[in-house]
């Protein structure tokens, strides 16, 4: 297969691209390939200077100061990461943080075991309402069969997980009326 671009020599490289929803490969000789993806970088080595996942070139970055994709920041980095450090101060993003002794306060604990013990509470809520349901299916099962006494010994199953949910859940009430009470 010739190249795509000059048209005389074998095309040895290819660049795969997606337009319009659609995969589209070119093809290079190692000539055209190097002159239009390769740049030489200051360390004397070769960096690629268009991003192989979304097309994005090291001078639309420079024009745009956006990358195109997630893989333009390693593909690219030779070319990004003065400007990178010239707008954030750092080569890589640190975010907002609090001060480090925060971490060490009651207050962070608590708030950070509330939010454990809220989650996990709500996923077992999720569990039992999906048991719940599920018994419902299969009495309305056995009850569109005439299978009635199969029914209510699912049903009798029902009300006991209903009422042990209810006893439990007037202790965790009780207790945590209690601790706040203490506090």
Same mark, same amino acid.
């Given at each position: ?7 005389? !020599? ?94 060490e306060t009651d207050d962070y604990l608590r708030a950070e075991f509330a939010e454990v013990d ?59 009326? !209690? ?5």
């Amino acid at each position: 297969m010739r190249c795509g671009h000059c048209g005389r !020599n074998q095309a040895t490289k290819t660049y795969e691209q997606i337009k319009g929803n659609k995969k589209v490969v070119e093809y290079y000789c190692m000539e055209c390939y190097e002159q239009l993806f390769l740049s030489l970088s200051k360390s004397g080595e070769n960096a690629l200077s268009v991003c192989p996942y979304c097309g994005t070139s090291l001078e639309e970055f420079r024009a745009s100061k956006l990358v195109g994709c997630a893989h333009c920041y390693r593909t690219l980095q030779e070319g990004i990461t003065p400007t990178i450090v010239k707008m954030q101060g750092e080569r890589a993003h640190t975010g907002k943080t609090p001060p480090l002794d925060f971490f060490e306060t009651d207050d962070y604990l608590r708030a950070e075991f509330a939010e454990v013990d809220f989650r996990a509470r709500a996923m077992e809520k999720a569990r039992f309402e999906r048991q719940c349901n599920e018994l419902e299916t299969i009495i309305a099962k056995l009850k569109a069969e005439d299978n009635y006494e199969d029914a209510k010994g699912y049903a009798d199953k029902l009300s006991l997980m209903r009422s042990n949910l209810a006893i439990e859940e007037e202790f965790v009430w009780r207790t945590q009326r !209690n601790s706040s009470k203490r506090s």
